[in-house]
């Protein structure tokens, strides 16, 4: 695992945000660092629409919303000093199986990511409990690399 090979898993959030700028803030000084932004997509429940006009028109606005996230956070660590080659992103559309934080473990053992940066959301222990925590199973089941979890 290089240690300077950094993945941030990003969903387009406040606490996704805060997790790149910490990282940029670290990260600024360190020459040789490559930094993977990463999104995991999944299509919106098809149930949920009146038809498929209204579902893609859903599609193309979670995509859009996606891209200007991921512009955003690649100016935020360019602006630190990172060169625009050490950046780079990438989007992995994943079903419910397997999950989210297995899918982003997946793609951190793949690239050799020494470190995984995350944004935690704030869940309180009842909420974790109820409905798992992305962060939490990064923490307890990644292996071979660091783990920085930002709140």
């Known amino acids: 695992m290089d240690v300077k090979n950094i993945l941030i898993s990003v969903d387009a959030s406040d606490n996704a945000l805060r997790a790149v700028d910490y990282a940029a803030t670290i990260l600024a000084a360190t020459p040789g660092v490559r930094v993977t932004l990463l999104y995991i997509e999944r299509a919106p429940n098809r149930d949920k629409f009146e ?23 690649r100016s935020v660590l360019m602006a630190e000093g990172l060169p625009e080659g050490a950046v780079s992103e990438r989007t992995v559309l994943c079903s419910a199986e397997p999950s989210i934080a297995q899918t ?8 050799g990511f020494g470190t995984l940066v ?12 109820l409905f798992g925590s992305v962060s939490s199973k990064l923490v307890h089941n990644a292996k071979n690399c660091a783990v920085w979890v930002v709140q």
């Open 104 to 111: 982003i473990l997946d793609v951190q053992q793949e690239g």
């Open 118 to 129: 995350v944004g935690r959301r704030g869940l309180t222990k009842g909420e974790e409990f």
């Open 51 to 73: 038809n498929e006009k209204a579902w893609l028109n859903q599609c193309r606005l979670d995509h859009d919303r996606v891209f200007d996230f991921l512009a955003k956070a």
